[in-house]
């Protein structure tokens, strides 16, 4: 394929999950302002953006491999994440001035370390059904056990940790 048509499939790809993301904010400001037909209706778009992403995925990365080889290469991409890329940018932003993006990529550079190690955790013991996974709202961190105390990364309450089925 073209690389000029690769990149603008790879700049589509952003756009939609960008937008997705978007239009899921949006449609809980919508619910709350009471507005529930267009909050429904940005979910459904959120949700067929989100088809769209991932179908193109597929095409500019090609058909989904070996999962095996797949957690082997996110083991580096989360380790890339926590020793380089987000404390990286993190001080950058610091540099900058900009503190409080700072901080939310300093706390995605430590949310990556507690990916990694769950990762490497799961690939070691395998396959367990007993297992459950809760993810702060606010900052990504994820516990094995319903937390009874605040996030350990950005001091959430332990209320915003919702189970992922
Ligand atoms: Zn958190």
Redesign the pocket.
């Known amino acids: 394929m073209a690389d000029n048509l690769n990149s603008d499939m790879a700049q589509a790809f952003a756009y939609m999950s960008k937008s997705s993301v978007l239009n899921r904010l949006y449609a809980a400001k919508l619910k709350q302002d009471g507005w529930t037909l267009h909050s429904k209706l940005l979910r459904a778009i959120a949700r067929a953006e989100e088809i769209h992403a991932r179908r193109t995925l597929m095409y500019i990365r090609g058909k989904i491999g070996d999962t095996a080889e797949y957690l082997e290469k996110m083991l580096q991409c989360k380790h890339l994440d926590t020793t380089r890329n987000y404390p990286q940018i993190s001080e950058q932003l610091n540099e900058t001035g900009n503190k409080k993006a700072a901080e939310a990529f300093g ?1 995605f550079g430590d949310v990556a370390k507690v990916h990694l190690h769950l990762l490497e955790k799961v690939i070691e013991q395998g396959n367990h059904d007993s297992i459950n996974y809760y993810v ?1 709202q ?4 994820i516990a094995m056990d319903k937390p009874s105390l605040k ?1 350990s ?4 309450v332990p209320e ?1 940790f919702k189970i992922e089925d």
């Open positions: 706390q702060c606010i900052c990504g961190n996030c990364v950005c001091n959430a915003k």
